[in-house]
């Protein structure tokens, strides 16, 4: 431990000293590395919207609001799960809070499974000061559960947090390429379903960015989960960024061949809508736009949520990453202007999307 360490310093050095360095690792190389999924996309530029040249509504009457876990947004965005337990994921979330809290977005905070272990940790990850009024959703690995983070471990989390919604994660290709990783996955289904009967709070499932099946996301849905983000495959590839962790060539070289693993996420929004019509569903992974925003939810997304991007951006200051979002915002609302659709709710399922290849271009 350094000794000139400040309190709080020195709880992230002696609080699960690997799970800090792990996540310290993750922040330099989303920021210094090509991450991104190789030999896979997520969809979006196969799609495009057929212009409407008489939209019958004005620009004005464009309305981007909607709700979320019964919460108001001022548009179908989410700052998706990032990062935490770090000086400078402190900086970082502090930024993103603000930006939601401006813009009326929601936004989930990184794995807080270190909060579990050093409560010290808590103000990298405590928004509330800065976001009195977001959608705040708290962040655990789905894997713990079968190592022994009970019901109250997270009723617990989510009270430090004032958090109005879990969000597990379901990661077991980057556990598995993780030196530290952990692939206890078997029987985890039950636990999930156990946990949305236990908690108060809504329980929402996500990938990481290699997508949830339509079959599985049926499922979860069955096990009692309030919402699916499929994190489909096309943005951040956690196999790469895992890779740029190694020091084994030969596991550098099993990481490099998932780098185009994954459903894309066009096609996970796609197949889970249709398999479950009134779902609540959330599309991330490689939504870099507004326009692809507009054509998550024109798939059947409820919500669009981008990570990447927006970390990148704040890790340059507030006023970029304020530009950034205010970009995105305002692509969707053109878009929805442009295909005659005055709400996200007219968007959706709209027959002005098509694809590309079918229409000959």
Request: charge should be negative.
């Amino acid at each position: 431990m350094s000794p000139n360490a400040t309190g709080r310093e020195a709880a992230l050095e002696a609080a699960a000293p690997a799970t800090v360095s792990r996540k310290a690792d993750h922040i330099r190389i989303n920021l210094e590395e090509d991450v991104s999924a190789k030999g896979v996309d997520a969809g979006f530029d196969r799609l495009r919207f057929v212009h409407c040249a008489l939209p019958e509504i004005d620009l004005q009457d464009v309305d981007l609001s909607t709700t979320f876990l019964g919460h108001p947004l001022r548009a179908p965005l989410l700052i998706s799960c990032m990062t935490g337990g770090t000086d400078q994921a402190q900086r970082i979330n502090t930024r993103l809070a603000v930006a939601a809290q401006q813009r009326g977005l929601a936004m989930g905070l990184g794995s807080c499974r270190v909060l579990l272990e050093e409560p010290d940790v808590l103000p990298t990850f405590d928004m509330r000061k800065v976001a009195p009024d977001i959608v705040l959703l708290a962040n655990l690995g789905a894997v713990q559960l079968n190592r022994g983070v009970s019901a109250e471990d997270c009723k617990r989390l989510l009270g430090m947090l004032r958090a109005d919604a879990l969000v597990l994660h379901l990661n077991p290709l980057q556990e598995a390429l993780q030196p530290e990783g952990d692939t206890c996955f078997a029987a985890l289904l039950p636990r999930i379903a156990d946990l949305c009967a236990a908690l108060e709070e809504p329980v929402i499932v996500k990938e990481v960015g290699w997508g949830i099946s339509a079959d599985l996301v049926v499922d979860l849905l069955s096990a009692g989960v309030t919402a699916v983000d499929v994190a489909g495959a096309g943005g951040t590839s956690w196999s790469e960024v895992e890779r740029h962790r190694m020091n084994s060539a030969v596991r550098e070289r099993v990481a490099a061949s998932f780098a185009g693993w994954g459903i894309p996420t066009a096609v996970a929004v796609e197949r889970a809508r249709a398999a479950a019509p009134d779902a609540t569903l959330i599309a991330s992974g490689g939504v870099r736009s507004g326009m692809d925003v507009a054509k998550a939810i024109a798939l059947g997304a409820d919500l669009a949520g981008v990570a990447g991007p927006l970390l990148r951006t704040a890790a340059v200051g507030e006023h970029a990453l304020w530009d950034s979002v205010d970009v995105m915002v305002e692509e969707l609302r053109l878009c929805m202007f442009c295909v005659g659709a005055a709400s996200p709710a007219a968007l959706r399922g709209t027959s002005r999307l098509e694809r590309i290849a079918e229409a000959g271009a």
